[in-house]
């Protein structure tokens, strides 16, 4: 009798024990599970972005203090991406956060943030012909960023620590190459362009290579997604330059951040 007891105490002992191993195992299988939009993006913003799906805000101060950045294991790297502004430049910081319901993988995710040859579907409104055009008019991966050919999208598995490269035909600054690096955990990921080339407006050649940083952080949650995208110049002053550069970065930040949402 007393065996028997003991066999069956035993028996659903370990039964419990097996389940609640079983139970912890699947929740640590997916942590956004446990991380909601509001934990991620903070009390002060939740209820405008839930309700907007969208929030903007832009910077011309040059110090660098990001107002919209979430709660993110790559905030510290977002931050120290912030371009070092020189004595007597134009500086322009673009912040975009937004909401989506209904949430993907990041694996998915970082499949779309490296299928560049499809960022030629942004369409974006250029204040000078004063109509919506294609952003880019060709956007591919290269070797290296001293190549102009163009090469398969690598986007295929983990991305964590890998370095590629592509070139834009932008359509008003002109073919321009970028660095793209990308860091990837389990539940967020950040891509990261740089510029390799210099840029401007025309002949104007304003931003300088490593003058331009884009960062686009993707996060995971139990009750949907959050992108948010900040981007960084330091531009020279030149007479005009000003206006339509922060009119240009502006259409076209919006524009690829709302195309990179849609994709989600």
């Known amino acids: 009798m ?4 003991f066999l069956f105490t035993t028996t659903l002992l370990l039964g419990v024990c097996s389940n609640m191993f079983g139970q912890n195992r699947a ?47 790559y905030a510290g ?28 993988t990041v694996q998915k995710s970082s499949e779309i943030a490296r299928s560049i040859s499809k960022m030629t579907e942004i369409n974006y409104y250029s204040n000078t012909r004063r109509k919506v055009i294609p952003l880019y008019k060709k956007a591919f991966m290269i ?16 991305c964590d ?7 834009m035909d932008d359509a008003s600054f002109g073919e321009t190459r970028y660095q793209l690096t990308y860091s990837q955990s389990e539940r967020e990921l950040l891509t990261v362009f740089t510029n390799t080339d210099d840029l401007g407006l025309g002949p104007i050649r304003a931003i300088m290579p490593q003058d331009l940083v884009i960062n686009l952080l993707i996060q995971e949650c139990g009750d949907g997604m959050v992108v948010y995208l900040c981007a960084d110049l330091d531009s020279k002053k030149m007479p005009g330059v000003r ?9 076209r930040m919006d524009a690829i951040s709302g195309w990179f949402a849609s994709k989600m």
Not at 36 to 53: A, P, R, T
Not at 143 to 158: F, L, M, P, W
Not at 243 to 251: D, L, P, R, V
Request: charged residues 25%.
């Open 143 to 158: 070797d290296n960023e001293k190549s102009t050919v163009a090469i398969a999208d690598n986007n295929a598995g983990n």
């Open 77 to 104: 790297t977002i931050k120290s991406n912030l371009i070092e502004k020189k004595p007597k430049h134009f500086y322009y910081t673009y912040e975009a956060l937004y909401y989506l319901p209904k949430p993907i």
């Open 27 to 73: 929740a640590g299988s997916n942590p956004a599970s446990t991380i909601s939009v509001q934990e991620v993006v903070g009390d002060k913003y939740y209820s405008q972005l839930i309700k907007d799906g969208k929030i903007v805000l832009t910077h011309e101060d040059g110090k660098g203090n990001l107002k919209l950045i979430p709660q993110s294991v």
């Open 161 to 167: 620590g890998k370095t590629y490269y592509c070139l």
């Open 243 to 251: 206006g339509k550069i922060t009119e240009s970065m502006t259409a």
């Open 2 to 5: 007393k065996r028997s007891v």
